[in-house]
C-alpha cells in the first residue's frame, strides 16, 4: 500500500482523502532538543511509537530534532502552517502570544509535575486552547519536574538575584528576574552552556536533568533547593494533517491526546529529573541549599506582581482572569500538584 506524506497544509492534505479506511500516512515531527536527553527520550519518543504501533503500522512518525527544521521559538508557527504536522512547542518562548497558558509559568503554584500535567491538559482545554490554540490540534502537555535557580554562588532569598544575569526558563521567569533587578538573558536551552561559560549570565532557571544534558554542573553548582517553577511543553498537530487523517488514524492520534498521556509524558522526564538531582546531592562538588519558611514567603511577596501583571494581560484579551485563574489553582488542587 503507497503511503502518503501529509505535510504542508491543505496542498497535501487534498491528496490524502479523510474517507479512505486503510491509509498509510508519514507524519513528521519536530522538535527542538538533542534526542539523546530525557524529554526526547521519555517522553516525545515513547509517545510516536505508541502511535506507530497503535495504528498497526498505518501512522509513520519521522522525527526531527535538535532544531533540525527551525528554531526552538519557530516550532508553533511551523505546526500552524503546515510546515510540519507535528512540533514539541514551548509557549514561553513567544512572550505575549499564550496570555492564559502563561498561568502555567507562574512561580511558586507546582509541587507534583505528573499530576499537575493532567491538571494543567484539562483546566487548559477548558479555559484556553480554544482562545489561544484554535489553529491547531493540542495532544499533551508535559512539565518537567519542578525546576529550580540554580547560580554561581549562594542564593536563598529574592534579594539574592539582584544585579545578576540570569537566563530564565521562559517569559514570566524572565519578567520575574527583572522584578528583583536581575538582568534575563534570553536564550534557548541548547545554547545556555555557552552563555554560562562566556559570562553572558551567571544563573539559570532549569530543570535538575538539565544540570547533565546540557553540562552545567561546573558553570553552576549551587542549587536553591525548593519547586521554583514549571515549564510546560505542548505537542501541537497541524490542523489540516489531523483533518486528512481517515477516521481510523484520527481515532489513533485522539487516543493519544489526553491528560493520562499528558501525565505519562510528563512521568518520564520527573523520572529522570529526580534521577539527576539524586546525583546532583551525591556530588560533593555541588552545594545544595533549603530557603527558611521566612525566605519561601518572601519569594511568594515578590512573585506577587507576575499574578496582577498575568490577570491585565488576560483581561486585556477579554478573558475572566480571576475566574481562570481559580478553576486553574482549583485543578491543581483536584489532582494534589499545587505547591
Keep these: 500500500m503507497k503511503r502518503t506524506t501529509v505535510a504542508l497544509g491543505a496542498i497535501l492534505t487534498a491528496m ?43 501512522i509513520e512518525i519521522q522525527i526531527f530534532p535538535a532544531q533540525q527544521l527551525g528554531r526552538a521559538p519557530d516550532h508553533y508557527d511551523m505546526a500552524k502552517d ?7 512547542v514551548n509557549p514561553g518562548y513567544t512572550a505575549g502570544r499564550f496570555p492564559i497558558y502563561a498561568a ?24 484556553g486552547a480554544e482562545q489561544e490554540m484554535s489553529d491547531v490540534k493540542v495532544c499533551f502537555i508535559h512539565p518537567h519536574a519542578p525546576g529550580a535557580l540554580h547560580t554561581q554562588e549562594t542564593v536563598t532569598g529574592p534579594d539574592g538575584v539582584s544585579g545578576k544575569n540570569v537566563r530564565p526558563a521562559h517569559a514570566t521567569m524572565a519578567r520575574f528576574v527583572s522584578l528583583l533587578g536581575g538582568g534575563p538573558v534570553q536564550v534557548p536551552a541548547p545554547e545556555v552552556r555557552e552563555a554560562l561559560s562566556k559570562g553572558t549570565a551567571e544563573a539559570v532557571t532549569f530543570p535538575w536533568g538539565s544540570m547533565y544534558d546540557f553540562n552545567l554542573t561546573e558553570e553552576v553548582p549551587v542549587h536553591l533547593d525548593m519547586p521554583f517553577y514549571i515549564s510546560a511543553q505542548v505537542m501541537v498537530m ?16 485522539d487516543d493519544h ?11 518520564g522526564w520527573h523520572e529522570d529529573d529526580m534521577a539527576a538531582k539524586d546525583k546532583l546531592l551525591a556530588d560533593d562538588s555541588q552545594t545544595f541549599n533549603t530557603p527558611s519558611e521566612d525566605e519561601v514567603a518572601a519569594w511568594r511577596e515578590a512573585a506577587a506582581p507576575l499574578t496582577e501583571e498575568w490577570k491585565e494581560a488576560v483581561s486585556a484579551k477579554g478573558g475572566d482572569a480571576d475566574a481562570i485563574l481559580d478553576a486553574y489553582k482549583a485543578k491543581l488542587e483536584e489532582y ?3 505547591y
Design 16 to 58: 490524502v482523502p479523510a474517507t479512505l479506511t486503510a491509509q498509510e500516512v508519514t507524519l513528521r515531527l519536530s522538535h527542538w532538543i538533542p534526542p539523546t536527553i530525557s524529554p526526547a527520550t521519555k517522553g516525545v519518543d515513547p509517545w510516536a511509537a505508541s502511535v506507530m504501533e497503535a495504528s498497526e503500522g498505518r
Design 104 to 127: 502555567t509559568e507562574l512561580p511558586f503554584m507546582v509541587e507534583d509535575s505528573i499530576e499537575g500535567a493532567k491538571a494543567i491538559h484539562e483546566w487548559y482545554m477548558e479555559y
Design 257 to 267: 491526546c489526553t491528560p493520562e498521556w499528558s501525565g505519562r509524558v510528563a512521568a
Design 82 to 88: 503546515g510546515i510540519v504536522d507535528l512540533s514539541w
Design 336 to 338: 494534589g500538584a499545587a
Design 238 to 253: 497541524n490542523k489540516a494533517s489531523y483533518d486528512g487523517l481517515s477516521d481510523e488514524n484520527k481515532a489513533v492520534i
